[in-house]
Nanobody, 126 residues
Framework: QVQLVESGGGLVQAGASLRLSCAAS????????MAWFRQAPGKEREFVAT??????????TYADSVKGRFTIYEDNYKNTAYLQMNSLKPEDTAVYYC?????????????????WGQGTQVTVSS
């Protein structure tokens, strides 16, 4: 089993930055993907960003809505993934969820992830 714990959410003004953290514990994998999804009130959970790694190689992909503003990266020594969010907009307001799966690949669909965190609220005021 893998446990994921998110932190770093909060209330900020438009244009500000936030960094979300996702601390992973439990089983470890040599090949895996970690991702961020978000869910706004009344909307479906949507893909934000993912990073996938196989040994020393990693790659990332982003939703078009956050490309150029958000960056996903990880600290393997801390078993933690991060989402750096810059130039935040009111439409970024949502609960942000961390997810993980075993295996290499840029997976953008919710159903492909086996492990989920509890979520952290991000609110961006105009």
């Amino acid at each position: 089993q893998v446990q994921l714990v998110e932190s770093g959410g909060g209330l900020v003004q438009a244009g500000a930055s936030l960094r979300l953290s996702c601390a992973a514990s439990g089983r470890t994998f040599s090949s895996y993907a970690m991702a961020w999804f978000r869910q706004a009130p009344g909307k479906e959970r949507e893909f934000v960003a993912t990073i996938t790694r196989s040994d020393a190689f990693s790659t990332t992909t982003y939703a078009d809505s956050v490309k150029g503003r958000f960056t996903i990266y990880e600290d393997n020594y801390k078993n933690t993934a991060y989402l750096q969010m810059n130039s935040l907009k009111p439409e970024d307001t949502a609960v942000y969820y961390c997810a993980a799966r075993e295996g290499f690949g840029l997976a953008t669909k919710l159903a492909l992830y086996d492990y989920w965190g509890q979520g952290t609220q991000v609110t961006v005021s105009s």
